[in-house]
Protein backbone atom coordinates (compact mmCIF):
# COMPACT_ATOMS: atom_id res chain seq x y z
CA UNK A 1 0.00 0.00 0.00
CA UNK A 2 1.45 3.78 -1.14
CA UNK A 3 1.97 5.60 2.15
CA UNK A 4 0.61 9.53 2.26
CA UNK A 5 0.67 12.71 3.70
CA UNK A 6 -1.77 15.56 4.30
CA UNK A 7 -1.20 18.59 3.00
CA UNK A 8 -3.03 21.89 2.51
CA UNK A 9 -3.74 24.86 0.64
CA UNK A 10 -6.55 27.52 -0.09
CA UNK A 11 -8.85 24.96 -1.35
CA UNK A 12 -8.29 22.13 1.45
CA UNK A 13 -6.62 19.24 2.49
CA UNK A 14 -5.27 16.76 0.02
CA UNK A 15 -4.09 13.58 -0.17
CA UNK A 16 0.13 13.76 -1.66
CA UNK A 17 2.45 10.24 -1.93
CA UNK A 18 5.13 10.43 1.14
CA UNK A 19 7.73 9.94 -0.92
CA UNK A 20 7.29 12.39 -3.64
CA UNK A 21 9.08 15.93 -3.13
CA UNK A 22 6.20 17.44 -4.93
CA UNK A 23 3.23 18.97 -2.76
CA UNK A 24 -0.24 19.75 -2.50
CA UNK A 25 -0.73 22.57 -5.68
CA UNK A 26 1.08 19.71 -7.83
CA UNK A 27 -0.80 17.64 -6.88
CA UNK A 28 -3.89 19.11 -8.03
CA UNK A 29 -2.04 19.95 -11.09
CA UNK A 30 -2.08 16.37 -11.73
CA UNK A 31 -5.45 15.46 -10.86
CA UNK A 32 -6.75 18.76 -13.19
CA UNK A 33 -4.88 18.39 -16.20
CA UNK A 34 -4.67 15.39 -17.97
CA UNK A 35 -4.55 16.96 -21.61
CA UNK A 36 -1.61 15.65 -23.45
CA UNK A 37 1.18 12.99 -23.19
CA UNK A 38 3.75 16.27 -22.91
CA UNK A 39 5.10 16.16 -19.44
CA UNK A 40 7.54 19.06 -17.34
CA UNK A 41 9.72 16.45 -17.55
CA UNK A 42 10.01 15.78 -21.11
CA UNK A 43 11.89 18.72 -21.58
CA UNK A 44 15.19 18.02 -18.90
CA UNK A 45 16.35 21.87 -19.99
CA UNK A 46 12.76 23.25 -18.62
CA UNK A 47 13.50 21.70 -15.43
CA UNK A 48 17.06 22.95 -15.14
CA UNK A 49 15.90 25.87 -15.75
CA UNK A 50 13.81 26.67 -13.50
CA UNK A 51 15.93 25.66 -11.18
CA UNK A 52 18.93 27.92 -12.32
CA UNK A 53 16.46 30.48 -11.39
CA UNK A 54 15.19 29.75 -7.88
CA UNK A 55 18.75 29.24 -7.05
CA UNK A 56 19.29 32.86 -8.21
CA UNK A 57 16.32 34.09 -6.42
CA UNK A 58 17.51 32.23 -3.28
CA UNK A 59 20.81 34.14 -3.10
CA UNK A 60 19.17 37.12 -3.64
CA UNK A 61 16.75 36.63 -1.12
CA UNK A 62 19.48 35.44 1.60
CA UNK A 63 21.93 38.69 0.37
CA UNK A 64 18.83 40.87 1.34
CA UNK A 65 17.86 39.29 4.08
CA UNK A 66 14.21 38.07 2.90
CA UNK A 67 14.95 34.59 4.01
CA UNK A 68 17.57 33.08 6.62
CA UNK A 69 21.28 32.35 4.86
CA UNK A 70 20.81 29.02 6.06
CA UNK A 71 17.51 27.91 4.46
CA UNK A 72 19.03 30.17 1.29
CA UNK A 73 22.28 27.70 1.40
CA UNK A 74 20.23 24.79 1.37
CA UNK A 75 17.62 25.95 -1.58
CA UNK A 76 20.62 26.54 -3.48
CA UNK A 77 21.99 23.07 -2.70
CA UNK A 78 18.87 21.67 -3.81
CA UNK A 79 18.80 23.74 -6.78
CA UNK A 80 21.98 22.31 -7.84
CA UNK A 81 20.80 18.95 -7.63
CA UNK A 82 18.06 19.41 -9.92
CA UNK A 83 20.27 21.49 -12.35
CA UNK A 84 22.77 18.05 -12.07
CA UNK A 85 19.93 15.63 -13.36
CA UNK A 86 18.54 14.26 -9.50
CA UNK A 87 14.85 14.39 -9.12
CA UNK A 88 13.37 14.91 -12.97
CA UNK A 89 10.71 12.31 -11.87
CA UNK A 90 9.31 14.85 -9.72
CA UNK A 91 8.44 17.26 -12.13
CA UNK A 92 4.89 15.36 -13.76
CA UNK A 93 2.95 18.39 -14.60
CA UNK A 94 1.40 18.15 -17.64
CA UNK A 95 2.54 20.91 -20.07
CA UNK A 96 -1.33 21.94 -21.26
CA UNK A 97 -2.01 23.84 -18.32
CA UNK A 98 -4.58 27.08 -17.08
CA UNK A 99 -3.35 29.32 -14.75
CA UNK A 100 -0.59 31.02 -16.65
CA UNK A 101 1.91 28.73 -15.62
CA UNK A 102 1.29 28.40 -11.75
CA UNK A 103 1.56 24.33 -11.55
CA UNK A 104 4.66 24.47 -13.11
CA UNK A 105 6.10 27.26 -10.72
CA UNK A 106 4.60 25.22 -7.86
CA UNK A 107 5.68 22.11 -8.80
CA UNK A 108 9.49 23.64 -9.19
CA UNK A 109 9.02 24.97 -5.74
CA UNK A 110 7.39 21.93 -3.61
CA UNK A 111 10.23 20.13 -5.15
CA UNK A 112 12.60 22.35 -3.88
CA UNK A 113 11.51 23.06 -0.61
CA UNK A 114 10.77 19.63 0.04
CA UNK A 115 14.50 18.45 -0.95
CA UNK A 116 16.03 22.04 1.37
CA UNK A 117 13.84 20.04 4.42
CA UNK A 118 15.63 17.24 4.05
CA UNK A 119 19.39 18.84 3.61
CA UNK A 120 18.19 20.85 6.55
CA UNK A 121 16.97 17.90 8.44
CA UNK A 122 13.77 17.71 8.29
CA UNK A 123 11.09 15.54 7.05
CA UNK A 124 9.14 16.51 3.57
CA UNK A 125 6.15 18.54 4.20
CA UNK A 126 7.39 20.53 7.11
CA UNK A 127 7.28 23.25 5.60
CA UNK A 128 7.23 25.55 9.13
CA UNK A 129 11.20 25.01 8.06
CA UNK A 130 10.93 25.88 4.79
CA UNK A 131 8.24 26.96 2.49
CA UNK A 132 7.39 27.29 -1.02
CA UNK A 133 5.97 29.97 -1.59
CA UNK A 134 7.40 32.28 0.98
CA UNK A 135 11.32 31.10 0.83
CA UNK A 136 11.26 29.25 -2.73
CA UNK A 137 9.19 31.96 -4.08
CA UNK A 138 10.39 34.59 -2.23
CA UNK A 139 10.45 37.60 -4.08
CA UNK A 140 8.67 36.13 -6.83
CA UNK A 141 5.96 35.56 -8.90
CA UNK A 142 4.79 32.63 -11.59
CA UNK A 143 4.65 36.10 -13.80
CA UNK A 144 8.14 36.56 -14.06
CA UNK A 145 10.17 33.20 -12.97
CA UNK A 146 7.80 31.27 -15.67
CA UNK A 147 9.06 33.34 -18.51
CA UNK A 148 12.45 33.41 -17.42
CA UNK A 149 12.53 29.65 -16.82
CA UNK A 150 11.18 29.65 -20.29
CA UNK A 151 13.33 32.14 -22.14
CA UNK A 152 16.74 30.21 -20.22
CA UNK A 153 15.30 27.00 -21.03
CA UNK A 154 14.69 27.71 -25.02
CA UNK A 155 17.82 29.58 -24.91
CA UNK A 156 19.65 26.31 -24.30
CA UNK A 157 17.97 24.25 -26.36
CA UNK A 158 18.78 26.06 -29.71
CA UNK A 159 22.39 25.60 -28.62
CA UNK A 160 22.26 21.68 -28.77
CA UNK A 161 19.51 22.28 -32.05
CA UNK A 162 22.26 24.43 -33.79
CA UNK A 163 24.77 21.67 -32.66
CA UNK A 164 23.03 18.95 -34.43
CA UNK A 165 21.80 21.59 -37.93
CA UNK A 166 25.83 21.93 -38.31
CA UNK A 167 26.10 18.43 -38.22
CA UNK A 168 23.81 18.13 -41.06
CA UNK A 169 25.24 20.87 -43.29
CA UNK A 170 28.67 19.40 -42.58
CA UNK A 171 27.54 16.37 -44.27
CA UNK A 172 25.69 18.34 -46.97
CA UNK A 173 28.99 20.02 -47.54
CA UNK A 174 31.16 16.89 -47.60
CA UNK A 175 28.80 15.30 -50.37
CA UNK A 176 28.97 19.09 -52.37
CA UNK A 177 32.30 17.54 -52.65
CA UNK A 178 32.15 14.21 -53.36
CA UNK A 179 29.54 15.25 -56.18
CA UNK A 180 32.12 18.55 -57.13
CA UNK A 181 32.67 16.73 -60.80
CA UNK A 182 29.13 15.51 -61.42
CA UNK A 183 28.02 17.68 -64.06
CA UNK A 184 24.38 17.92 -64.78
CA UNK A 185 21.33 20.43 -65.66
CA UNK A 186 19.67 22.91 -63.06
CA UNK A 187 16.17 23.27 -63.39
CA UNK A 188 14.03 26.20 -62.61
CA UNK A 189 9.92 25.80 -62.49
CA UNK A 190 10.42 22.01 -63.02
CA UNK A 191 12.03 22.97 -66.39
CA UNK A 192 15.85 22.46 -67.94
CA UNK A 193 17.89 25.61 -67.05
CA UNK A 194 21.31 25.50 -67.71
CA UNK A 195 24.31 23.10 -66.55
CA UNK A 196 25.82 23.12 -63.21
CA UNK A 197 27.18 20.66 -60.59
CA UNK A 198 25.69 17.91 -58.16
CA UNK A 199 28.25 19.67 -55.79
CA UNK A 200 27.32 22.97 -56.23
CA UNK A 201 23.39 22.14 -55.52
CA UNK A 202 24.80 20.11 -52.25
CA UNK A 203 26.60 22.85 -51.08
CA UNK A 204 23.95 25.43 -51.45
CA UNK A 205 21.89 22.77 -49.18
CA UNK A 206 24.68 23.32 -46.38
CA UNK A 207 24.72 27.09 -47.13
CA UNK A 208 21.33 27.15 -46.43
CA UNK A 209 21.68 25.63 -43.35
CA UNK A 210 23.74 27.56 -41.66
CA UNK A 211 22.12 30.73 -42.55
CA UNK A 212 19.37 29.00 -40.76
CA UNK A 213 21.81 28.49 -37.86
CA UNK A 214 22.71 32.29 -37.80
CA UNK A 215 18.99 33.14 -37.72
CA UNK A 216 18.04 30.88 -34.78
CA UNK A 217 21.13 31.86 -32.68
CA UNK A 218 20.26 35.83 -33.76
CA UNK A 219 16.38 35.44 -32.47
CA UNK A 220 17.50 32.83 -29.49
CA UNK A 221 19.47 35.95 -28.57
CA UNK A 222 16.19 38.31 -28.10
CA UNK A 223 15.40 35.62 -24.85
CA UNK A 224 18.25 37.20 -22.56
CA UNK A 225 15.84 40.16 -21.86
CA UNK A 226 14.08 38.99 -18.30
CA UNK A 227 11.55 40.53 -16.08
CA UNK A 228 12.90 38.86 -12.81
CA UNK A 229 11.44 41.00 -9.85
CA UNK A 230 8.25 42.33 -11.86
CA UNK A 231 6.42 39.65 -10.14
CA UNK A 232 2.97 39.68 -10.53
CA UNK A 233 2.56 42.74 -13.12
CA UNK A 234 6.06 44.36 -13.33
CA UNK A 235 5.44 47.08 -10.30
CA UNK A 236 8.05 44.65 -8.08
CA UNK A 237 5.12 44.38 -5.41
CA UNK A 238 6.77 41.94 -2.51
CA UNK A 239 10.14 42.58 -3.97
CA UNK A 240 12.46 44.28 -1.90
CA UNK A 241 14.69 47.52 -3.25
CA UNK A 242 17.43 46.16 -5.57
CA UNK A 243 16.00 42.41 -5.54
CA UNK A 244 15.47 42.59 -9.42
CA UNK A 245 19.07 43.92 -10.61
CA UNK A 246 20.62 41.22 -8.16
CA UNK A 247 18.88 38.45 -9.32
CA UNK A 248 19.10 39.15 -12.84
CA UNK A 249 22.67 39.36 -12.08
CA UNK A 250 23.04 36.25 -10.24
CA UNK A 251 20.92 34.62 -13.02
CA UNK A 252 23.95 35.67 -15.31
CA UNK A 253 26.26 33.63 -13.10
CA UNK A 254 25.08 31.04 -12.52
CA UNK A 255 24.00 30.39 -16.37
CA UNK A 256 27.15 32.02 -18.28
CA UNK A 257 24.44 33.80 -20.36
CA UNK A 258 24.17 37.57 -20.79
CA UNK A 259 20.80 38.27 -18.91
CA UNK A 260 19.95 41.81 -18.97
CA UNK A 261 16.42 43.18 -16.70
CA UNK A 262 14.12 44.58 -19.18
CA UNK A 263 13.58 48.37 -18.23
CA UNK A 264 9.83 48.58 -18.01
CA UNK A 265 8.61 45.68 -16.35
CA UNK A 266 5.15 46.28 -16.61
CA UNK A 267 6.05 46.28 -20.20
CA UNK A 268 7.98 43.20 -20.05
CA UNK A 269 5.14 40.77 -17.82
CA UNK A 270 2.23 40.30 -20.70
CA UNK A 271 5.45 40.76 -23.44
CA UNK A 272 5.12 37.23 -25.13
CA UNK A 273 7.15 38.86 -28.65
CA UNK A 274 10.50 37.27 -27.79
CA UNK A 275 9.06 33.60 -27.99
CA UNK A 276 6.94 34.82 -31.14
CA UNK A 277 10.13 35.79 -33.08
CA UNK A 278 12.43 32.56 -32.23
CA UNK A 279 9.47 30.68 -33.20
CA UNK A 280 9.58 32.32 -36.70
CA UNK A 281 12.65 31.68 -36.74
CA UNK A 282 11.85 27.47 -36.22
CA UNK A 283 8.90 28.29 -38.99
CA UNK A 284 11.71 29.51 -41.07
CA UNK A 285 14.12 27.08 -40.71
CA UNK A 286 11.00 24.52 -41.17
CA UNK A 287 10.37 26.34 -44.68
CA UNK A 288 14.07 25.28 -45.95
CA UNK A 289 14.51 21.85 -44.57
CA UNK A 290 10.86 20.82 -46.35
CA UNK A 291 12.34 22.30 -49.59
CA UNK A 292 15.63 20.64 -49.22
CA UNK A 293 13.14 17.40 -48.35
CA UNK A 294 11.62 18.23 -51.56
CA UNK A 295 14.44 18.48 -53.65
CA UNK A 296 15.84 15.40 -52.38
CA UNK A 297 12.44 13.31 -53.35
CA UNK A 298 12.70 15.16 -56.43
CA UNK A 299 16.46 14.12 -57.79
CA UNK A 300 15.73 10.54 -56.79
CA UNK A 301 12.36 9.87 -58.23
CA UNK A 302 12.13 6.95 -60.37
CA UNK A 303 14.11 4.61 -60.69
CA UNK A 304 13.28 4.41 -64.58
CA UNK A 305 10.51 7.23 -64.71
CA UNK A 306 11.93 9.99 -62.81
CA UNK A 307 14.67 11.87 -62.58
CA UNK A 308 17.06 9.79 -60.71
CA UNK A 309 19.85 12.00 -60.43
CA UNK A 310 20.99 10.64 -57.21
CA UNK A 311 20.19 7.63 -55.07
CA UNK A 312 18.75 7.71 -51.66
CA UNK A 313 19.60 4.79 -49.40
CA UNK A 314 17.34 1.90 -49.16
CA UNK A 315 15.49 2.19 -45.66
CA UNK A 316 12.27 -0.25 -46.52
CA UNK A 317 10.25 -2.00 -48.33
CA UNK A 318 7.57 0.70 -50.04
CA UNK A 319 5.07 -1.05 -51.03
CA UNK A 320 2.74 -3.89 -49.67
CA UNK A 321 1.65 -4.35 -53.16
CA UNK A 322 4.07 -3.20 -55.53
CA UNK A 323 7.11 -5.62 -55.28
CA UNK A 324 10.82 -3.71 -55.64
CA UNK A 325 9.23 -0.42 -54.51
CA UNK A 326 11.45 1.63 -52.02
CA UNK A 327 10.36 5.02 -51.18
CA UNK A 328 12.18 7.84 -49.56
CA UNK A 329 10.91 8.03 -46.26
CA UNK A 330 13.29 9.61 -44.46
CA UNK A 331 12.98 12.85 -46.47
CA UNK A 332 8.86 12.16 -46.49
CA UNK A 333 9.32 12.08 -42.22
CA UNK A 334 11.16 15.16 -41.88
CA UNK A 335 9.18 16.90 -44.36
CA UNK A 336 6.06 16.39 -42.27
CA UNK A 337 7.93 17.44 -38.64
CA UNK A 338 8.57 20.74 -40.70
CA UNK A 339 4.86 20.74 -41.17
CA UNK A 340 4.45 19.91 -37.73
CA UNK A 341 6.64 22.84 -36.41
CA UNK A 342 4.68 25.26 -38.84
CA UNK A 343 1.60 24.48 -37.34
CA UNK A 344 3.35 24.90 -33.86
CA UNK A 345 3.86 28.55 -34.70
CA UNK A 346 0.96 29.08 -35.55
CA UNK A 347 -0.20 28.05 -31.97
CA UNK A 348 2.49 30.73 -30.77
CA UNK A 349 1.40 32.89 -32.68
CA UNK A 350 -2.19 32.81 -31.45
CA UNK A 351 -1.06 32.47 -28.17
CA UNK A 352 0.84 35.72 -28.16
CA UNK A 353 -2.22 37.61 -29.68
CA UNK A 354 -4.22 36.30 -26.77
CA UNK A 355 -2.80 38.15 -23.85
CA UNK A 356 -4.89 40.82 -22.36
CA UNK A 357 -3.69 43.47 -19.96
CA UNK A 358 -0.63 42.99 -17.67
CA UNK A 359 -0.52 38.96 -18.66
CA UNK A 360 -0.49 36.87 -21.17
CA UNK A 361 -1.77 33.39 -19.73
CA UNK A 362 -1.22 31.25 -22.37
CA UNK A 363 2.34 31.38 -22.35
CA UNK A 364 2.31 27.53 -21.57
CA UNK A 365 0.95 26.42 -25.22
CA UNK A 366 3.91 28.38 -26.29
CA UNK A 367 6.43 27.27 -23.67
CA UNK A 368 5.19 23.65 -24.84
CA UNK A 369 4.85 24.54 -29.26
CA UNK A 370 8.72 25.42 -29.15
CA UNK A 371 9.62 23.35 -27.18
CA UNK A 372 8.11 20.04 -28.98
CA UNK A 373 9.39 21.82 -32.18
CA UNK A 374 13.31 21.97 -31.09
CA UNK A 375 12.89 18.47 -29.59
CA UNK A 376 11.62 16.89 -33.26
CA UNK A 377 14.02 19.19 -35.69
CA UNK A 378 16.64 17.57 -33.13
CA UNK A 379 15.40 13.95 -34.00
CA UNK A 380 14.85 15.20 -37.60
CA UNK A 381 17.85 16.28 -38.49
CA UNK A 382 19.87 13.61 -36.82
CA UNK A 383 17.82 10.96 -38.85
CA UNK A 384 17.95 13.23 -42.44
CA UNK A 385 21.67 13.16 -41.88
CA UNK A 386 22.16 9.71 -40.31
CA UNK A 387 19.73 7.69 -42.74
CA UNK A 388 19.52 9.91 -45.65
CA UNK A 389 22.95 12.13 -46.80
CA UNK A 390 25.86 10.37 -46.01
CA UNK A 391 24.43 7.45 -47.95
CA UNK A 392 23.53 9.08 -50.94
CA UNK A 393 24.89 8.32 -54.30
CA UNK A 394 25.21 10.27 -57.81
CA UNK A 395 24.57 8.37 -60.72
CA UNK A 396 27.07 9.83 -62.65
CA UNK A 397 25.87 8.82 -66.11
CA UNK A 398 22.55 9.72 -65.70
CA UNK A 399 23.32 13.57 -64.91
CA UNK A 400 25.88 13.60 -67.89
CA UNK A 401 23.59 12.85 -70.33
CA UNK A 402 20.75 14.71 -69.16
CA UNK A 403 23.36 17.72 -69.75
CA UNK A 404 23.86 16.56 -73.56
CA UNK A 405 20.66 15.98 -74.51
CA UNK A 406 19.18 18.97 -72.70
CA UNK A 407 17.98 22.24 -75.07
CA UNK A 408 19.14 24.34 -72.36
CA UNK A 409 22.37 23.91 -73.19
CA UNK A 410 21.75 26.69 -76.09
CA UNK A 411 21.46 29.34 -73.24
CA UNK A 412 25.02 29.38 -73.33
CA UNK A 413 25.19 30.48 -77.42
CA UNK A 414 23.06 33.55 -76.80
CA UNK A 415 26.58 35.88 -76.31
CA UNK A 416 27.83 33.81 -79.35
CA UNK A 417 25.29 33.72 -81.77
CA UNK A 418 22.43 35.87 -80.51
CA UNK A 419 19.13 35.26 -78.59
CA UNK A 420 17.28 35.15 -81.94
CA UNK A 421 19.12 32.61 -83.33
CA UNK A 422 19.46 30.77 -79.94
CA UNK A 423 15.65 30.84 -79.54
CA UNK A 424 15.25 29.44 -83.40
CA UNK A 425 17.62 26.47 -82.50
CA UNK A 426 15.70 25.54 -79.39
CA UNK A 427 12.47 25.70 -81.48
CA UNK A 428 13.35 23.42 -83.96
CA UNK A 429 15.74 21.37 -81.52
CA UNK A 430 12.30 20.73 -79.82
CA UNK A 431 9.89 20.15 -83.43
CA UNK A 432 12.78 17.62 -84.60
CA UNK A 433 14.48 15.77 -81.57
CA UNK A 434 17.15 16.75 -82.67
CA UNK A 435 20.44 18.17 -80.66
CA UNK A 436 21.40 21.95 -80.25
CA UNK A 437 25.08 20.62 -81.34
CA UNK A 438 24.21 19.66 -84.97
CA UNK A 439 21.87 22.28 -85.57
CA UNK A 440 24.18 24.77 -85.27
CA UNK A 441 26.07 23.06 -87.21
CA UNK A 442 23.79 22.63 -89.89
CA UNK A 443 23.00 26.32 -89.68
CA UNK A 444 26.57 27.28 -90.10
CA UNK A 445 26.35 29.49 -87.00
CA UNK A 446 29.44 28.24 -85.17
CA UNK A 447 32.61 26.49 -86.40
CA UNK A 448 32.73 22.85 -84.52
CA UNK A 449 35.84 23.31 -82.90
CA UNK A 450 34.37 26.67 -81.50
CA UNK A 451 31.04 24.80 -81.04
CA UNK A 452 32.97 22.43 -78.64
CA UNK A 453 34.41 25.01 -76.47
CA UNK A 454 31.37 26.32 -75.59
CA UNK A 455 29.58 23.41 -75.15
CA UNK A 456 32.20 21.77 -73.06
CA UNK A 457 29.94 21.74 -69.82
CA UNK A 458 32.51 22.21 -67.43
CA UNK A 459 33.19 25.61 -69.01
CA UNK A 460 29.91 26.95 -68.39
CA UNK A 461 30.04 26.02 -64.70
CA UNK A 462 31.22 29.94 -63.39
CA UNK A 463 33.75 29.18 -60.26
CA UNK A 464 34.31 31.12 -57.65
Do not use: W
Not at 7 to 19: A, N, T, Y
Not at 76 to 98: L, Y
Not at 102 to 125: C, D, H, P, Q
Not at 197 to 211: H, I, K, N, R
Amino acid sequence: MKEFRTESDLLGELQVPKEAYYGVQTQRALENFHISTSKMNDYPEFIRAFAFVKLAAAQANAALGVIPKEIGAAIEKAAHEIIDGKFHDQFPVDMFQGGAGTSVNMNTNEVIANRALEILGFEKGDYVHCYPNDHVNGSQSTNDSYPTAIKLAVFNMNKILVKHVQALADAFRAKGKEFADVIKMGRTQLQDAVPMTLGQEFESYAVSMEAEIATLNKTANSLLEINMGGTAIGTGLNAPHGYAKLCTENLAKATGEAFVLSHDLVEATPDTSAYVFYSSALKKFAVKLSKICNDLRLLASGPRAGLSEINLPPMQPGSSIMPGKVNPVIPEVVNQVCFKVIGNDLTVTFAAEAGQLELNVMEPVICQAIMESIVLFQNAVDTLKDKCVVGITANREVCLNMVKNSIGIVTALNPHIGYKNSTKIAKEALQTGKAVYDLVLDHGLLSKEKLDEILDPKNMIVAK
